[in-house]
């Protein structure tokens, strides 16, 4: 499969903005691209351009190109005349799997063959998604993480029909962009990064609703616990951490036998009305009163912040 050399990339389509294909758009023009964004709501324009405006003094704080300008933004509201004339597309539309694949198939009838189509999709798995598409050989899952324009993990897969040459053109694309691109190597609804999110969150449920931990101390134990260290390793490498010298082999050795007793006590909790209303007031307390635009703003300031002392560190280890 031929596909459009990546330094050929220049214009983006990002169909479809809300919160991620805004911050899809304010990434990718702060990396110098210029952005065709698409969505159906006219008044959408207006929110994505003050999300760009209000997204830019974060993104310089992390480092953009020289020639990144937030005025090379057009806004259409057919996804098709946003396509025409892009290098790449990424795909954002509402979480339905008729309308992706709708949209996926237009884009497809009037992209360049060698051009990539990427789906934010936080579930389908791509297979699903390219079912209508004539070229389904250059669709892939590219899901980011939200905000998408602050957390550099995108994970990529692709479906029965992709061809392996999008799928690592895609990895290649992402990291080359300053993205920290994974490869999964099968298809899995979901995807790999949700599904552990979900596990943990269920595990948070279940002591909550044990009566074991509050809502505000669950969230505690995590945040100021295994949360600062996996801002910089995963759960494998911090149990190879644990095992000392010794690394994984010796935990497994040592704590191997307890961490499945442990599996399987996990618990299997049910979202009843009264745990809901617990978790809801438990959060709307730790906000504080403060509004969700001033929870994103700090949300986003800590994120830039942890980013780039992570970056003075990572540059003293190398």
């Known amino acids: ?29 702060s990396r110098g691209f210029a952005v065709r964004a698409s969505d159906a709501d ?51 539309v509402f979480e ?39 070229h389904a050989e250059r669709v892939v899952v590219g899901h980011p993480f939200n905000p998408p324009h602050l957390i550099p993990l995108v994970e990529v897969v692709g479906g029965k029909k992709t061809d392996p040459a999008a799928v690592d053109w895609s990895m290649k694309f992402y990291d080359g962009i300053g993205k920290k691109a994974i490869l999964l190597k099968k298809e899995i609804v979901g995807h790999y990064v949700n599904r552990v999110q979900e596990a943990i969150f269920r595990e948070m449920v279940h002591c909550v609703a044990e009566g074991i931990v509050s809502v505000e101390d669950a969230d505690i134990g995590v945040a100021y616990g295994p949360g600062l260290r996996w801002a910089f390793m995963g759960p494998a490498f911090t149990y190879h951490m644990a095992g000392g010298p010794g690394g994984l082999a010796y935990s497994f050795d040592h704590f191997g036998p307890d961490m499945e007793k442990n599996w399987a006590d996990l618990g299997n909790p049910k979202l009843t009305p009264e745990l809901m209303k617990t978790f809801i007031e438990g959060t709307k307390s730790q906000a504080h009163g403060q509004s969700y635009p001033e929870l994103a703003a700090w949300r986003d300031r800590c994120l830039v912040a942890l980013q780039g002392a992570l970056d003075q560190e990572t540059k003293k280890k190398s």
């Not at 990546?6 to 214009?11: E, P, R």
């Open 1 to 29: 499969m031929k596909l459009i050399p990546i330094s050929q990339v220049k214009t983006v389509a990002v169909i479809g903005v809300g919160l991620i294909g805004a911050g899809w758009t304010a990434w990718y023009l």
């Open 42 to 92: 006219p008044k959408r324009e207006a929110f994505l351009r003050n999300f760009v405006k209000d997204a830019w003094p974060l993104l310089k704080k992390l480092g953009m190109v020289e020639n990144a300008d937030p005025s090379r933004l057009t806004f259409h509201t057919d996804p098709v005349d946003a396509a025409r004339g892009s290098d790449f597309v990424q795909e954002n």
């Open 96 to 134: 339905r799997l008729d309308l992706k694949q709708d949209v996926l198939a237009a884009i497809d009838a009037v992209l360049p063959p060698d051009r990539v189509i990427a789906s934010s999709t936080s579930s389908y798995p791509p297979s699903d998604l390219q079912a209508k598409c004539k």
